[in-house]
């Protein structure tokens, strides 16, 4: 079964303080990983698609990474507007489907 | 160029009662998804159309059924409602059936008293 772990599930820092999200997956075969990003009671917002090992993205102060088992949101000189819950999800070979972590909620003190 | 939009925002319905859930993708796409997001557990798949067809369903029963219009817009029907149906329900549309990306609407929140 296609499974995707987030650590850590919260996360304070400071603003300024540059850390990094962790999404691990085991997936039958991976069409592709993708980032969002949800505010409270709202729809996630997409962020990046990751195809292959290897592959990077970055987006102002986000960047995302992806290896074999595992893909990092690296933020960089986070603002407190940089505060929300960053999914993480993967797509099988099963068309439609995204299979989703349970999320890292950051909170960023100004 | 307008996003997915869904409606109603919020509902509330009693145990045993149906509900309807409406969405429009963004224009151009014809596949649409639905997701259900309860307290503690995430994002769970429930189901794709695309082109008018049901193409994958999630392991929900069938009490939750949709159907996809000739415009591409959704519509979700979860029937003989359950206090544990509380959830927001999130829409998703893509470009087509093999496009990967997703983008979601702002969803809306249902609570079953």
């Known amino acids: 079964e296609d499974q995707v772990t987030q650590s850590p599930e919260a996360l304070r820092l400071q603003e300024g303080e540059s850390s990094s999200l962790n999404c691990s997956y085991t997936?039958?075969?991976?069409?592709?990983l993708f980032w969002y990003r949800q505010d409270p009671g709202k729809g996630p917002e997409f962020l990046f698609t990751?195809?292959?090992a290897g592959e990077e993205k970055e987006k102002e102060r986000l960047k995302a990474t992806l290896t074999k088992k595992e893909s990092f949101l690296h933020i960089t000189a986070p603002k407190p507007e940089d505060s929300a819950t960053y999914l993480c999800?993967?797509?099988?070979?099963?068309?439609?489907?995204?299979?989703f972590g349970k999320g890292t909620k950051l909170t960023v003190n100004p | 160029e307008a996003g997915v939009t869904q409606s109603p925002t919020h509902l509330i319905k009693t145990r045993g009662q149906q509900a309807t859930l409406r969405c429009s993708p963004i224009?151009?796409?014809?596949?649409v998804y639905w997701y259900q997001q309860a307290l503690g557990l995430g994002l769970q798949f429930l189901l794709w159309?695309?082109?008018?067809?049901?193409?994958n369903r999630g392991n929900f029963p069938p009490r939750f059924s949709g159907r996809q219009f000739p415009n591409y817009s959704s519509e979700l029907n979860v029937n003989a409602l359950e206090l544990e149906d509380s959830a927001l329900y999130l829409c998703?549309?893509?470009?087509?059936?093999?496009?990967?990306?997703?983008?979601f609407g702002p969803g809306t929140r249902l609570t079953v008293l």
């Open positions: 998703a549309s893509s470009l087509d059936g093999s496009t990967d990306t997703q983008y």
């Open positions: 997936v039958s075969g991976l069409r592709g």
């Open positions: 990751l195809y292959s």
């Open positions: 999800a993967v797509q099988a070979l099963v068309f439609g489907k995204l299979v």
């Open positions: 224009s151009g796409h014809t596949s």
């Open positions: 159309y695309d082109e008018g067809e049901e193409r």
